[in-house]
Every structure is written in structure tokens, then in C-alpha cells.
């Protein structure tokens, strides 16, 4: 049975294109394979993108009566076909490596291939192997940690592939992503709570015993008792 | 069980504390009903939140009456009627306080412990019997982390482990059928397991050096004689490891279809978890323990 498109947007039937896209973005963004790489979840995470696309664009096709709506409707049909092409060339992407994997050595092929089906025992089994501890060991062993939720390690080993081979693009870039996970949770928090930002109790009383000494200084008195 | 899960309250509303109220008075009323009066001492916001956190998985809606009870004689609390998740919770909060008692006592000799241990063995035994395979896994994990104990594992991630495990093991709720969502609350199980476990091994840093217990972070960062230098030298990748597992937790959480109490769910993996996370790191972790004994509200 198809779900209810609005449903998976997370919003009311009858909703506003500006609200469909907007909910549609932050949807996006929520699910996007970037987030759940090296994630045991990530095939699920797939499918929920899958999901959320499909019940974009139903609606957007619904939603295709009035002019404007037609206007921004290809417009956004555009968009999410580059949500797609950006899909696409991440697989690509996966193939390149594949590619060039195989001028590498073998094992580490099919070291990768385990990590990505998730069989983290034959991976783990082939690195205790390898007698060659290269960057590219240190990288696929925090590769192995990470997906076993062991991060401590997993962050480590990483680090350490980066020291090793600092020009490497792959490497950088997922040490990159283990601190833009964990500082984006951060930052989700600060986001939702605004108390934070807002002036506080404690805050009150400095500006005004700020206030109250700028006007000592000038000759007057804000606070007679201090 | 530690007990760190817990809302951030003054971001909550007041319908939301009501709600959560009435789940952890729910729960403790089980408790009492099915296992005696004083095992109702054992129960902790940990067993709140799973409990919570498997009933928002299904649409039916929150009912509950007002009712008075022993810990609050004079005022009528909301309670939320109980199914077969506050079963569930109340027999794995009797398990997992049942073996906690029992591991301080054979470690420690502590006295409380000890009595506690005694006192809660026929509700053990009672809740073993509701869920056999249950209780087995766990047995294997606790033997585990027995064994890396007593070998002063070196390596934090080792340690957190079979804890880690044994809430990945809670987590996955037998009368969830939906293959999708048990992964899911697994992955979510473990990560929320290993940040309780790294989280209150960083909160007794202190109580461990004085005490010469087994401590992962001791171990792993080999420990010097002067606590705040330690502290602060382990600050960082303590943090890191956290607050990642929280990222995980977030993550499985975001894949979970939750029907009902979002609010107040999102309230506890946005914010609640942080904050705590923070209290300890800067050392206020201890501030609400009686209060988790108590129960919300005082």
C-alpha cells in the first residue's frame, strides 16, 4: 500500500507549496546519505529518501493546477531530479573507487566490499592478515571500528591514516565527517533551544550593573545602593 | 542502569511532564503490583524512557486516570494504563537492578547492596520466568564485561561493549514485529548504552581512584595520580566519543515511525541527553540522584 504523501512530509493535507518544499528540504536534509555513511542504517535511511521523494513529487504533480504552481513545479522537479543526479554521482563515485581499487591490492577490495555489506567479522578477519600497516590499513581498520559503533577507535585509527597520508582526499574527508556528525548533534540542540541566545536572570544583572558603573563613571547614578 | 535519560525540563511543556509523569508513575505502579511494594525503590528514568519510547511506536492514544498512591498519599497523579511495554519495562528494570545489586555485592560487600540483592530475588526470579531468552543474553553480557573487568580491559570501547549490548538487547522488543524498526532500535539500544556506560565511567573517575575500582578511562588514558589534570586531559576525546554515540542514537531515531509523544521523545534526544551529557563532563552529574529515586516532580 502507497502512504499517504502528506504523511511522510509531515504535513497537513492541503499544504502550501512553499510548506511541501520547505518540508521537503528539511526532509532531506534529515535522511541524506551523507548523514548515515559508514552507518549500519544506511540501507534504511535509503529507503526513506526513496520514500520521501516519491510522495514529493506526487504532490508536486497534484499541486500542478495554477500557473505559479506549474512554474515552480518544473522548477522543483528540476531540483529534485539534481537531488537524484547527486545520488548518482555518488555511485558513480563508489564505482570509481571500485575501479581503482582493483590496481590496489586485492585484499583491500575485498576488505571494502565486506565493510559495505556489513560483514565486519571476514573484514576484520582479512585486516589481522594484512602485515603491511599503511595508511590505507589504519583507514579501513577505523572503517571496521566505526561501523561496530566502537568511535573511540574508530576516530583514532582514522587520525592516524590522515597523519600518515595527509593528501588524501578520502581520508580527510571522513575524519571531516566524524566531527561535522557530532557538532551538528551539537548544534541541533542550540538550534531548538533558544533560551540560550536569549538574555537570562544573570544576564539582566551584569548589563545593569554595567550600566549603573558607566553611569558612576559619568557623574550620575543608575542604582542608588551601589 | 544509571538513570541518566531524562528530559530536559524547563524546555518541556507542561502537557509533555504531564505525560512523562504519568508514564513513570505507570511504570512504578507495575512495578509494585507485579513484584512487591519495595521493588517499586528499584525504578529509574532508563526503563521510563524504553517504556515510553515502544509505546509512542503505536497509534492507540494515551488514556490514563488520576490516582493516588503510597510515595504521593495526598495528591492524585496522573497514571497511564499499563499493556504489555510497561510489563515488559517493569520486569527488564527488576533484571538489570536485580544483577546491578548483585555485582556491588559481590564486588564491594556493600551493605545496601547486599540487602537490596536479597530482597529483590523472588521478583527476579518471577521476571526471569516472563522472559528466559531475555534474561540469558543478558547473563552473557554480564559475563563478558565480568571477564573484561577482571583483565582491566584497556580499551574504552571493549568496556562499552556488552553494556552497550544489553540495551541493544532491551531495545529490541519481541512484540515488535516490523523488521525495519527493530534494526533501527537496536542500533539506537547500543549507542544509548554505550554513552550511559562511558558517561557514568567519566562520573566515577573520582569514587574509582579513591576506591582502586576497574575504570576503562583509568585504564585506557593511564591515570597519574592528579584527577583534574587526568579530567581534563580525557575531556576531549571522552566528549567526542559521547556525544558521536549520541549522533548515532539521533540517527536510529530519525528512522523510527513514532506515532505518538514526539514532543517530549524529541525533548529527551535533542536536549536531555546533551544537557546530561554536559553536567557530567563538568562535573554536576551527581546533582539529581535522589531525585531519580524519588520519581519526577519533586
Known amino acids: 500500500m502507497k502512504k499517504n504523501p502528506y504523511k511522510v512530509l509531515g504535513i497537513k493535507e492541503g499544504a502550501s507549496y512553499d510548506e511541501i518544499k520547505r518540508a521537503y528540504r528539511e526532509l532531506v536534509k534529515k535522511y541524506h546519505p551523507d548523514r548515515y555513511r559508514d552507518n549500519p542504517l544506511s540501507d534504511l535511511a535509503e529507503e526513506k529518501m526513496r520514500e520521501i521523494n516519491e510522495a514529493y513529487e506526487t504532490l508536486m504533480k497534484n499541486a500542478g493546477g495554477a500557473y505559479q504552481y506549474q512554474e515552480s513545479y518544473d522548477q522543483s522537479y528540476e531540483n529534485s531530479g539534481s537531488y537524484k543526479s547527486s545520488y548518482s554521482q555518488q555511485s558513480q563515485n563508489q564505482n570509481q573507487y571500485q575501479y581503482q581499487y582493483q590496481d590496489e591490492s586485492d585484499l583491500e577490495y575485498r576488505i571494502r566490499n565486506y565493510i559495505n555489506m556489513g560483514n565486519l567479522n571476514e573484514a576484520q578477519k582479512l585486516l589481522d592478515k594484512m602485515r603491511n600497516k599503511g595508511a590505507s590499513w589504519y583507514y579501513l581498520q577505523g572503517l571496521v571500528f566505526l561501523r561496530r559503533g566502537w568511535y573511540d577507535r574508530g576516530f583514532t585509527n582514522i587520525q592516524k591514516a590522515v597523519n600518515m597520508d595527509p593528501s588524501n582526499f578520502e581520508y580527510r574527508n571522513t575524519l571531516n565527517n566524524l566531527h561535522q556528525q557530532s557538532a551538528g548533534y551539537r548544534q541541533n540542540y542550540y538550534y531548538r533551544n533558544t533560551y540560550y541566545r536569549d538574555p537570562d536572570m544573570c544576564n539582566l544583572c551584569i548589563n545593569l550593573w554595567c550600566a549603573d558603573s558607566l553611569c558612576e563613571c559619568l557623574g550620575g547614578d543608575l542604582i542608588g545602593c551601589c | ?298
Open chain 2, 1 to 298: 542502569m544509571f538513570g541518566y535519560v531524562e528530559p530536559d525540563k524547563p524546555e518541556l511543556k507542561m502537557r509533555e511532564f504531564e505525560v512523562f509523569r504519568g508514564y513513570y508513575c505507570s511504570l512504578c505502579k507495575t512495578i509494585g503490583r507485579n513484584y512487591g511494594q519495595l521493588a517499586r525503590l528499584s525504578l529509574n528514568y532508563d526503563l521510563t524512557f524504553l517504556y515510553l519510547l515502544l509505546d509512542s511506536l503505536n497509534s492507540e492514544l494515551v488514556k490514563g486516570k488520576s490516582e493516588r498512591c503510597l510515595v504521593h498519599p495526598l495528591k492524585k497523579r496522573f497514571v497511564i494504563f499499563s499493556n504489555i511495554i510497561t510489563e515488559y519495562a517493569a520486569a527488564m528494570n527488576i533484571i538489570l537492578t536485580y544483577y546491578n545489586l548483585k555485582d556491588k555485592w559481590q564486588d564491594e560487600k556493600n551493605i545496601a547492596g547486599g540487602t537490596g540483592y536479597i530482597a529483590l530475588k523472588l521478583a527476579y526470579k518471577k521476571a526471569r520466568k516472563k522472559y528466559p531468552e531475555k534474561c540469558e543474553a543478558i547473563e552473557k553480557y554480564l559475563a563478558e564485561l565480568n571477564a573484561l573487568e577482571k583483565s582491566g580491559c584497556e580499551i574504552i570501547d571493549e568496556a562499552a561493549e556488552p553494556f552497550a549490548s544489553i540495551m541493544r538487547e532491551l531495545f529490541q522488543f519481541e512484540h515488535i514485529e516490523d523488521d525495519v524498526q527493530n534494526k533501527a532500535l537496536g542500533w539506537m539500544g547500543y549507542n544509548l548504552g554505550r554513552w550511559i556506560y562511558i558517561l557514568d565511567a567519566y562520573d566515577d573517575i573520582e569514587k574509582d581512584v579513591k576506591e582502586h575500582n576497574f575504570n576503562p578511562i583509568l585504564r585506557q588514558y593511564q591515570y597519574n595520580n592528579d584527577i583534574t589534570a587526568f579530567k581534563e586531559k580525557v575531556k576531549e576525546p571522552v566528549n567526542f566519543s559521547l556525544t558521536y554515540s549520541l549522533s548515532e542514537v539521533e540517527k536510529a531515531y530519525s528512522l523510527l515511525n513514532i506515532e505518538k509523544n514526539k514532543g517530549l521523545l524529541d525533548n529527551i534526544i535533542y536536549s536531555g541527553l546533551i544537557v546530561k551529557t554536559d553536567k557530567v563532563l563538568q562535573g554536576r552529574g551527581r546533582e539529581n540522584e535522589e531525585k531519580s529515586i524519588q520519581g519526577p516532580g519533586h
